[in-house]
């Protein structure tokens, strides 16, 4: 039995590539049926604009599958300052109404955290709070459940760019048991299982989904496939997909596989 996890990020409605997100819609409901999951790791908008949300949830209402949601720095308003320090999240919370938080069955254990700084515009931060909620629901998980965290801003960066504060925390995070780190605001598509905690944990960060913000990609997402058999821990397959001129397409080389 195999299961499917889509992995989009940055979707930034509000400053779309037309061709992405038509070509993205498109891959999305031919295949909705192999998928599983929906994994989305933040800045649904550029703005934070109530229009922008509008069409994010238009787009969920699309899919027909569960989908786990974390916000990103750009879900809450810029220069709209009384509403950022105030009541950051209030627009972001309309898109509870399509989506979740958290999700968890035999084979996946996926638990969404939000690392946004409202005082901060562009870095993270790690809460005490979101560490302990980790625990308490990773301690729910199957016994070989893959135990995976979505977040916006990366646990672990191979090119040292670090977003997040403290970074104790966010190590204690990783500590929670974490198989799996999804994450984006790079705009940068990577892959990299990593032992800074001397045992394997993989990051997978996709680059932006549908936005004309490209930093020296072209819009992309990740498929996750899990081998799963209940006795066993699951093997991890990761497919990379780019924008091409005639649509998404896996990345011309091998799949990278994982085991824990």
């Known amino acids: 039995m195999t ?14 590539n037309a061709p992405a997100l038509e070509a993205l819609c498109e891959i999305v409901l031919a295949r909705k049926a192999e998928l599983d999951l929906i994994v989305v790791t933040g800045d649904w908008t550029q703005r934070a604009r109530t229009v922008e949300f509008r069409a994010a949830i238009e787009f969920v209402s699309q899919l027909s599958c569960p989908v786990v949601s974390v916000p990103g ?67 729910k998980a199957a ?67 549908i936005s004309s913000r490209l930093r020296e990609e072209v819009n992309g997402f990740h498929v996750i496939e899990l081998e799963t058999e209940v006795s066993k821990r699951p093997g991890v397959l990761v497919k990379t997909y780019d924008l091409t001129k005639t649509g998404f397409l896996e990345r011309d080389r091998p799949s990278q596989r994982f085991t824990f």
């Open 3 to 16: 299961k499917r996890v889509l992995h989009l990020s940055d979707l930034h409605f509000g400053r779309v």
């Open 73 to 139: 720095n750009h879900d809450v308003p810029l220069y709209d300052l009384p509403r950022r320090l105030l009541a950051p999240y209030s627009r972001y919370a309309k898109m509870q109404s399509t989506t979740i938080s958290d999700y968890q069955d035999e084979f996946l254990s996926v638990v969404g955290l939000s690392t946004v700084n409202p005082f901060r515009v562009d870095s993270g931060h790690v809460h005490q709070t979101d560490i302990d909620r980790t625990h308490a629901f990773f301690s």
């Open 143 to 209: 016994p070989n459940a893959l135990k995976i965290i979505a977040c916006h801003h990366p646990l672990f960066d191979p090119r040292e760019m670090r977003w997040l504060r403290p970074e104790y925390r966010a190590k204690r995070l990783l500590d929670t048991g974490a198989d799996v780190v999804l994450s984006g605001h790079s705009h940068v598509q990577w892959v990299q299982q990593s032992d800074e905690l001397g045992r394997a944990i993989l990051h997978i960060s996709a680059g932006t989904s």
